[in-house]
């Protein structure tokens, strides 16, 4: 069976220090990866995804990248952390039927504080 | 820009009530996907529907795709305390550059009082 592991569960940063997040997928092979961020418990905003190695696709301006140095595996990052980077991140990974999304699977996500 | 509104956004009732959750869009999707999570935890998938007018259910829950393929509701029988969490509906689309994204709704929080 596929499972996904996302760490650290929780972190706290001061401003200015770098990011590093990663995730695993276990059981599959070439996923489609993506990263979201999650504000306040609602709505989920995608910041990245990957269809393969070291393919990735930005969503959104910011102050994060990603990187996918291996089938399985995604790295969230950042230089400097800003006090806006805060927030929920999770991990998802996804197989498609003919460019359907049938369905993510989620990490169990990291909650990041940036003071 | 694809947008999914989800109402209500919050939702407070009792052991045993009816519920409905609704998800409306302007826009067409391929795919329509609800979604349950846990505070601290990432959202776990309910069920996925692809074919406008579509019901789904599961136990005492009833998923519906609308005929347009534009929206969507979920209707919870009966509701139990463990029914609690934030709901999430989200619409994906086919196509050669969707690589599978989602465009997720505002989510409804649902609270179910013993």
């Known amino acids: 069976s596929q499972t996904i592991h996302q760490w650290p569960a929780t972190l706290v940063q001061p401003v200015g220090s770098p990011l590093s997040l990663e995730c695993t997928v276990e059981?599959?092979?070439?996923?489609?990866l993506y990263w979201y961020r999650q504000a306040a418990g609602r709505g989920l905003q995608l910041l990245f995804y990957?269809?393969?190695?070291?393919?990735i696709s930005s969503e959104v301006p910011q102050n994060l990248s990603a990187s996918r140095p291996q089938d399985r595996q995604f790295i969230l990052s950042s230089k400097k952390l800003l006090l806006s980077d805060s927030g929920f991140y999770l991990c998802?990974?996804?197989?498609?039927?003919?460019?359907?999304?049938?369905?993510?699977?989620f990490g169990s996500g990291t909650r990041l504080t940036v003071v | 820009t694809q947008l999914l509104e989800q109402s209500p956004q919050f939702l407070s009732i009792q052991e045993g009530e009816n519920l409905t959750v609704y998800c409306n869009s302007s826009?067409?999707?391929?795919?329509l996907q609800w979604y349950r999570q846990e505070p601290g935890e990432g959202p776990v998938l309910l069920v996925t529907?692809?074919?406008?007018?579509e019901v789904k259910k599961l136990k005492r829950l009833t998923f519906q795709f609308g005929d347009a393929r534009k929206d969507s509701s979920l209707h919870i029988t009966a509701a139990q305390p463990g029914d609690t969490g934030l709901y999430l509906c989200?619409?994906?689309?086919?196509?050669?550059?969707?690589?599978?994204?989602?465009?997720f709704g505002q989510g409804t929080i649902l609270t179910v009082h013993p």
């Open positions: 998802a990974w996804s197989f498609d039927g003919q460019g359907i999304s049938y369905g993510y699977t």
């Open positions: 989200a619409g994906g689309n086919a196509g050669g550059t969707s690589y599978g994204k989602l465009t």
């Open positions: 990957s269809v393969g190695i070291g393919q």
């Open positions: 826009s067409v999707f391929s795919s």
């Open positions: 529907v692809v074919t406008g007018g």
């Open positions: 059981g599959t092979s070439n996923p489609n």
